[in-house]
């Protein structure tokens, strides 16, 4: 059974950063994507950034090299390195597993955790 669950969240402030970690079971990473979306209050999820070992890493076009995406297979678990945070960050932050050629939809969520980017 696929089950992820993401920590790291917290309160920072403009231009701080953030690590996020989501802990994946049940996972191959070589065929698993690894996914991190976001919904800020009052807006739907939307992707962030995805990875699969092997395969690569895609970004969101407002990350702008602000977040790097990575995998530690030895801990089963992926990273969301944030740095430069901006207000606009502020969200739950969610991670999802998928096997490839499948949509997020298909996948596996996690309970989400906040990111709130203030002073």
């Known amino acids: 059974q696929v089950q992820v669950v993401e920590s790291g969240g917290g309160l920072v402030q403009p231009g701080g950063s953030l690590r996020l970690s989501c802990a994946a079971s049940?996972?191959?990473?070589?065929?698993?994507?690894i996914g991190w979306y976001r919904q800020a209050p009052g807006k739907q999820r939307e992707f962030v950034s995805q990875?699969?070992?092997?395969?690569?890493?895609d970004y969101a076009g407002f990350v702008r090299s602000r977040f790097i995406i990575s995998i530690d297979g030895a801990k089963n678990t992926v990273y969301l390195q944030m740095a430069n945070l901006e207000i606009e960050d502020t969200a739950v932050y969610y991670c999802?597993?998928?096997?490839?050629?499948?949509?997020?939809?298909?996948?596996?969520w996690g309970q989400g955790t906040q990111v709130t980017v203030s002073s």
């Open positions: 999802n597993a998928r096997a490839l050629n499948t949509r997020p939809e298909d996948g596996t």
């Open positions: 049940g996972v191959d990473f070589r065929d698993t994507i």
């Open positions: 990875i699969r070992e092997g395969g690569g890493r």
